[in-house]
């Protein structure tokens, strides 16, 4: 006769996820990540912050270069810096140069839709000498805000229309403006 053997207890183990075949780089986080050329958003805006034209027809943005020049001195005289004269100093009572920042021309390109008419609305700013500001937001990889550049008080300049071409009927009608803003600021 066959002896029966006594049937073994089951005990319900919570299953751990398995890393055995992941590579371990991939696991640490990035040291390094580039900003790329074509994660960015733009906003033009008035001076009351109401969008004017939709981001979404803003095709490329050349952001401006940045200058830094010395403007005149109001007193040539020089004196030794002390402990007591960088206190007078900080507190204005000698002239020290002082350098302002200008911000050069930013160049955007954009589509002209149908509707809302791109070519309409930069019409009428720059006919109206319309002042406007600008909001460049550039984006990490997952979307997120990673840096953003505001322009306050641009004037138009130049506004190109671009060029038309019976040969082809796929191309987007785009158009070119520049703006000299005021001044710039990042965050």
Not at 77 to 105: D, I, Q
């Amino acid at each position: 006769m066959k002896k029966l053997k006594k049937a073994k207890k089951i005990v319900a183990v919570k299953a751990e996820p398995q890393v055995e075949n992941a590579n371990l780089v991939d696991l640490r986080p990035t040291i390094f990540e580039p900003k790329t050329t074509s994660r960015w958003i733009c906003y033009i805006l008035d001076e009351d912050e109401k969008e004017l034209i939709p981001p979404y027809v803003i095709r490329g943005f050349q952001r401006p270069a940045l200058y830094r020049k010395p403007s005149e001195y109001v007193d040539t005289k020089w004196y030794p810096v002390s402990p007591n004269m960088a206190r007078s100093v900080r507190n204005n009572s000698l002239s020290v140069p002082k350098n302002e920042l200008s911000v050069g021309e930013i160049s955007i390109a954009m589509y002209d839709p149908v509707s809302p008419s791109t070519s309409q609305i930069l019409y009428e700013l720059i006919n109206k000498n319309k002042v406007v500001n600008v909001k460049l937001i550039l984006l990490g990889p997952v979307g997120d805000k990673v840096e953003e550049w505001v322009y306050k008080n641009c004037h138009i300049t130049n506004v190109t229309f671009g060029f038309l071409n019976w040969g082809s009927n796929v191309d987007p009608s785009l158009l070119y403006a520049k703006l000299s803003p005021k001044y710039a600021t990042v965050q």
